[in-house]
Nanobody
Framework: QVQLVESGGGLVQAGNSLRLSCVASGSIETIARMAWYRQAPGKERVLVAFITSGGSTSYVDSVKGRFTISRNNAKNTVYLQMNNLNPEDTGVYYC??????????WGQGTQVTVSS
């Protein structure tokens, strides 16, 4: 079973950037979709971005133009480059893998906190 481990979270000032990494224990090349979810305190977990095995990407409206999801299949790693962060981006970010219907694999999450 594929294990996912996130890293790169932290506390940053609004306007700064962070780059999250998700390292898989196995190949991600055959996983249909890799995604990043976010869960803010007291709120539902939401899909932030995903990337397909073919390289297509999609983003939630609130992060379009600021976040970029990418993958390096050779390193079994998915990234989320987050630029121009604002406090609304605060939350626990989870890496996930699966299909458009079901995300089967999940990481433990990494905390991102953006201060005003």
């Amino acid at each position: 079973q594929v294990q996912l481990v996130e890293s790169g979270g932290g506390l940053v000032q609004a306007g700064n950037s962070l780059r999250l990494s998700c390292v898989a224990s196995g190949s991600i090349e055959t996983i249909a979709r890799m995604a990043w979810y976010r869960q803010a305190p007291g709120k539902e977990r939401v899909l932030v971005a995903f990337i397909t095995s073919g390289g297509s990407t999609s983003y939630v409206d609130s992060v379009k133009g600021r976040f970029t999801i990418s993958r390096n299949n050779a390193k079994n790693t998915v990234y989320l480059q987050m630029n121009n962060l604002n406090p609304e981006d605060t939350g626990v970010y989870y890496c996930a893998g699966g299909t458009w219907i079901t995300y089967k694999y999940w990481g433990q999450g990494t905390q991102v906190t953006v201060s005003s």
